[in-house]
């Protein structure tokens, strides 16, 4: 039997802990699968100037089989999604990953497959999102009003960072860098990881450790072609994914602590909110969050809350 292609596609250069990931994956593949699979890795579209978000559609339609991407960018579409979109609730990596490795998670899944052209295969860890700045220092809601904020092209998001008094706009991932050189924006939030590998935080000089969401990324897999996969395949391509998803939670922990000692070795102050100063912002937003979990269904908050209790 010939080789099966399988095409993973990317948005992110070489020092990206989702990039990592992927070549984990291409080597857990060989490893599983040998040469049963076909493995390419595109890793980053944005190279040849396509923007990031085209990944979504070109899985969809099957130009490629698989991509990573925010979970944010598909609420639209599978609402229950937006339930990862609680700003300041979860507030640590272990409780994440019991969401995300639990019952909620196989059940978001399905409402995924259910409402798409894509299977929801595993969870990547899409970092704690901070909040830069080039103005001034932000360690109070006072702080934000007034600042034009990128956010993630998603309503819950957009909500809450104007209850913090910032003006939202939406801007692709390809086109973030140059928005924050030439003042199109005054603020951006997003992972150290991000803030540090696109050079953000040569403009942005302030980055406040707000910690208010930790980002998901679902491994999406075009549902036609998995569907056509032999059992054996497929179960190969899960378990390769599986190690792919340990090692790069794993490159996401390590991440944040080495590129906060880049980001303060190129000068850039990073502003540690103490207990105080984050209940103020929790206290600012608390009506939207509330907000966005009155949105859900009452079995599926249950879920989460039991899920995120038990970690």
Known sequence: MSAIRLTLGGYQGPASVHTRAGHVFGEALAAELGDAVDFKFDANIVERGQKA??????????????????????????????????????PDRVKAYAILDGSLGARLAEF?????????????????????????????????????????????HKRVFRALGFEPRAIDV?????????????????????????????THRYITLTRHLLGVAI???????VASWPAEFRAGVERSLRKATIAQRRFADDD??????????????????????REAFVAATKDEVAATRAGFEADLVALFDENLSRA
Request: with cysteine; hydrophobic share 40%; glycine share 6%.
């Open 174 to 202: 390809r086109d973030l860098p140059a928005a924050v050189i030439d003042g199109t924006i005054d603020a951006q939030e997003n992972p150290l990881t991000n803030i540090y590998n696109f050079n953000i935080h040569k």
């Open 219 to 225: 491994v999406l897999f075009n549902k036609d072609h």
């Open 53 to 90: 978000a085209d990944l979504l559609s070109m899985v969809e339609a099957g130009e490629i089989d698989a991509c990573y991407f925010s979970s944010s960018y598909l609420a639209g579409r599978v609402p229950e999604l937006g339930i990862f979109d609680q700003h300041f609730v979860v």
């Open 112 to 156: 995924v497959e259910a409402n798409t052209g894509y299977v929801a295969l595993d969870y990547w860890d899409n970092g704690f999102r901070h909040i830069s700045t080039g103005r001034h220092a932000i360690r109070q809601p006072e702080d934000c009003r007034g600042l034009k904020i990128r956010t993630l092209a998603n309503e819950d």
């Open 256 to 277: 944040d602590r080495i590129c906060t000692e880049k980001l303060i070795a190129d000068g850039t102050e990073i502003i540690e909110l103490d207990d105080r100063q």
